[in-house]
Nanobody, 121 residues
Framework: QVQLVESGGGLVQPGGSLRLSCAAS????????MGWYRQAPGKQRELVAA???????NYADSVKGRFTISRDNAKNTVYLQMNSLKAEDTAVYYC???????????????WGQGTQVTVSS
């Protein structure tokens, strides 16, 4: 089993910055790529950013140039640095990790409980 715990969410003004952290514990060897998703009220959950164990990254077009995902494998932690925040970034942000067994990705990822990010004046 793997547990993911997010932290760092909160209220921030437009144009401000916030840094989210996600710490993994348990059977870390079973974790593949990790990422951040977000879900606003009445909308579908969407991928914000993802990073592989080797450090390759990809981002949603809406956050490119503003958000940066990083990973510390030694600490089993993934981060999301969010700059130039906009009101439309308001959502619950969820940490995600792929399940890997014998080099194969399994259906059904690990998920954190989520952390609220609110961008408002």
């Amino acid at each position: 089993q793997v547990q993911l715990v997010e932290s760092g969410g909160g209220l921030v003004q437009p144009g401000g910055s916030l840094r989210l952290s996600c710490a993994a514990s348990g059977s870390i060897f079973s974790i593949g790529a990790m990422g951040w998703y977000r879900q606003a009220p009445g909308k579908q959950r969407e991928l914000v950013a993802a990073i592989t164990s080797g450090g390759s990254t990809n981002y949603a077009d809406s956050v490119k140039g503003r958000f940066t995902i990083s990973r510390d494998n030694a600490k089993n932690t993934v981060y999301l640095q969010m700059n130039s925040l906009k009101a439309e970034d308001t959502a619950v942000y969820y940490c995600n990790a792929e399940r890997i067994r014998y080099g194969v990705r399994l259906i059904g990822d690990y998920w954190g409980q989520g952390t609220q990010v609110t961008v408002s004046s």
